[in-house]
């Protein structure tokens, strides 16, 4: 088993739910705060949302919780933890951009990035592969 587990969850069949209504389901079950403790974000042609704590969670437990939500499994909504990963995919990245350019912003704490390993241009797609040292540059 992994030592490090993700600050991440997928709900996944979340076509009956919206936005404030998942997050109010997350703040009920985590007892966490939107915005402060945790984000969500809707990825609607997957029909998915990921919820990121910022803070200290237990997220087996919390996908534990949610198993066993009434609410959400009238919804038919299921959670798993999102995998760790160490590459991201960017999309509408201008083809003029250079492979330099994309490497700086995506090391930059401040974007939430971190040591870039390294990156694959896609320009007739407008699309990058970044990949970083460690699952933790998250941009």
Known sequence: KSTETSPSVVFENIQGCNLKCLSMLVESISRMAVDDDFTVEVVPERNVAVATF????????????????????????????????????????PASV???????????????????SDVQLFPEKNVAIITFRDHKGKA
Do not use: M
């Not at 919780?65 to 990963?85: D, G, P, V, W």
């Not at 492979?99 to 401040?110: A, D, E, G, L, T």
């Open 54 to 93: 910022i803070k200290s969670i237990d997220t087996e437990e919390f996908v534990k919780k949610c198993s066993q939500n009434k609410r959400l499994k009238e919804l038919k909504i299921t959670a798993r933890l999102l995998e760790l990963t160490r590459s991201i995919k960017a999309e509408n990245v």
């Open 98 to 116: 250079s492979k330099n350019c994309i490497s700086v912003y995506f090391q930059s704490p401040r974007n939430g990035g971190g040591p870039v």
